[in-house]
């Protein structure tokens, strides 16, 4: 009976870390690599929010990207939340901060130095403060800097987009 009861408890703990995609957070070195990530996948609307653990705004807003995964996650909209702090943070502060929030979105870890060279490619406004999200749809963009005070704002985004043809 006892080992019935670990060999479930085990395997539920398993099957729980394999659902989570943050369970291990990859760290990006260059933009390329965040790029290949977008390009990828089979997705019709893609949201990149930038933030950080030091950033108010950005943990405020963090909860309405984790409703919009529960309403959108079966309709082809993916959710990339892109961490712009140090490698060195992520065991720290990073993993901690997801942990806490329980988010569920893909977390990754953007260390590129060059933000005048790539933030121009998600847009040309940005100077690369936080919070800053771009929704994009084929052609499609939408960008805003600064954060999202409702979930309702970042869902009629999301539904503006979707809603093009």
């Known amino acids: 009976m006892f080992l019935s009861i670990a060999t479930f408890i085990g395997n539920t ?3 729980s870390e394999e659902t989570n995609p943050n369970t291990t957070i990859e760290i990006l070195e260059s933009f390329s690599e965040l790029q ?16 950080s653990t030091t950033c108010a705004p950005c943990i405020k807003e963090m909860p309405h990207f984790n409703t919009l995964n529960s309403t959108y996650g079966d309709k082809k909209v993916k959710i990339l939340l892109v961490s ?6 992520l065991d720290t502060h990073i993993y901690p901060f997801v942990k806490k929030l329980a988010i569920v979105p893909e977390v990754v870890v953007l260390t590129d130095p060059n933000y005048n060279i790539w933030t121009d490619n998600i847009d040309t406004s940005w100077y690369g403060a936080l919070p800053a999200t771009l929704i994009t749809k084929g052609d499609e963009r939408k960008f805003r800097f600064g954060s999202y ?7 009629t985004d999301v539904e503006e987009l979707l809603q093009q043809q």
Do not use: P
């Open 13 to 15: 703990a398993c099957n």
């Open 36 to 51: 290949n990530l977008i390009d990828e996948g089979d997705h019709e609307v893609l949201i990149l929010n930038f933030w």
């Open 84 to 89: 712009l702090e140090k490698a060195k943070r």
């Open 149 to 155: 005070e409702t979930y309702e704002e970042l869902q």
